[in-house]
């Protein structure tokens, strides 16, 4: 797993070095009003980390995650958010996405730049079929940002999620390689675009 670069973030991998600074982002209160966040003690919480995998690529499975880190002059300064992708023993071709910012960074666009890059990666260094994500209905912001970046809403799942300890329905998004690779091409320099 490596670090990522946008042209206003740094997604970190999260290590054993660095899990203390994901674990404190992880218990603001603000980012539990969307999604169901375990509340682990650090203990725990760096012992699941130390068993994560260290290197994505094909065929490996596992939970990846990227602390969110702005690049100055970009404000807000510092670690502002996270991004995951988890590949299951069970369902290898498929990659889900997780996600979620402080308060004061939403709304400026970081969200988009953190799935896209996370997306390119997981299709550039993995065998997925398909990267998947999924929003509660009401989460209109993180509907946007699963459509900026080309996942589409392909349909509700009734009870699909825990938040706050509640059932909540919960609508699927995906995008398959197939449409990665299509858009990458159409978004290449004229140059630059390779033939199939």
Same mark, same amino acid.
């Given at each position: 797993m490596r670090r990522l670069r946008t042209e206003r973030l740094e997604l970190i991998? /999260?290590? =054993?070095?660095?899990?203390?600074?994901?674990?404190? !982002? !992880?218990?603001?209160? #603000?980012?539990?009003?969307?999604? #169901? =966040?375990?509340?682990?003690? !650090?203990?725990?919480f760096e012992r699941q980390v130390r068993s994560r995998p260290l /290197?994505?690529?094909? #065929?490996?499975?596992?939970?990846?995650?990227?602390i969110l880190r702005s690049i100055p002059p970009h404000r807000p300064i510092g670690e502002i958010g996270w991004v995951s992708l988890r590949i299951h023993e069970r369902t290898r071709e498929l990659g889900e996405l997780?996600?979620?910012l402080v308060a004061e960074a939403r709304g400026c666009g970081y969200a988009t730049e953190a799935v896209r890059a996370v997306v390119d990666e997981a299709f550039r260094s993995t065998a997925l079929d398909e990267v998947q994500a999924c929003t509660m209905e009401g989460n209109a912001s993180s509907r946007s940002v699963l459509a900026r970046v080309g996942l589409r809403e392909v349909r509700l799942l009734r009870s699909g999620a825990i938040v706050r300890g509640r059932p909540v329905d919960v609508l699927l998004h995906t995008v398959h390689r197939g449409e990665w690779t299509r858009r990458q091409r159409a978004d290449a320099p004229a140059g630059r675009r390779t033939s199939a």
């Open positions: 991998p /999260v290590r =054993i070095e660095n899990a203390r600074g994901l674990w404190r !982002l !992880l218990g603001k209160p #603000d980012l539990r009003t969307w999604q #169901d =966040i375990p509340r682990v003690r !650090l203990e725990e /290197v994505l690529e094909p #065929d490996t499975v596992g939970r990846y995650e990227w997780g996600y979620s």
